[in-house]
């Protein structure tokens, strides 16, 4: 999600997943992950006020469509429990752990990442993934 709220050179492949999806998931972690990613670009001066603020409310704007499980009670379950291919940092592990729970929800649920960690054990699981 940082590429398409930074507008690097792959932000057009989450924006063509975005706009195809019938229904996005996510932890809710992902909108601090995102604000954050803001918060960092502006301090170290690589986008203007005026730019992040511009992301934060297209970021609002889309998500407001989405679908955000909160990190809770069998998420968090999960995430304390290995994964194929260790090791998973703890936000990794929510995450993954997340997706376990859409699945049981979703059967068909395709994955968006591209951190290769996050891929290669959401593949070990057993999920499809979307093209990054």
């Known amino acids: 999600m940082a590429a398409w709220l930074l507008g690097q050179s792959n932000a057009s492949v ?3 997943h975005l706009d195809r999806a019938d229904l996005v998931f996510s932890s809710d972690l992902l ?3 995102c604000d954050r990613t803001l918060i960092r670009a502006e301090a170290a001066g690589a986008l203007s006020a005026a730019g ?4 934060r409310a297209a ?4 998500s407001a469509y989405w ?16 994964f194929p291919l260790e090791p998973v940092r703890s936000l990794d592990a929510l995450h993954l ?15 968006l990442s591209f951190d290769e ?12 993934l979307a093209e990054a």
């Not at 970021?59 to 889309?62: A, I």
């Not at 752990?97 to 994955?111: K, Q």
């Open 52 to 55: 992040s603020a511009s992301r």
């Open 117 to 128: 960690r996050i891929r290669e054990n959401a593949k070990a699981l057993g999920f499809q």
């Open 59 to 62: 970021l609002n704007q889309h």
């Open 14 to 16: 989450v924006q063509n």
């Open 67 to 82: 679908m955000f499980l909160r990190i809770g009670g069998e998420v968090l379950e999960r995430a304390r429990r290995p």
């Open 31 to 33: 909108l601090v992950e």
């Open 97 to 111: 752990a997340t997706l376990l729970v859409v699945r049981s929800i979703f059967a068909d649920a395709e994955v």
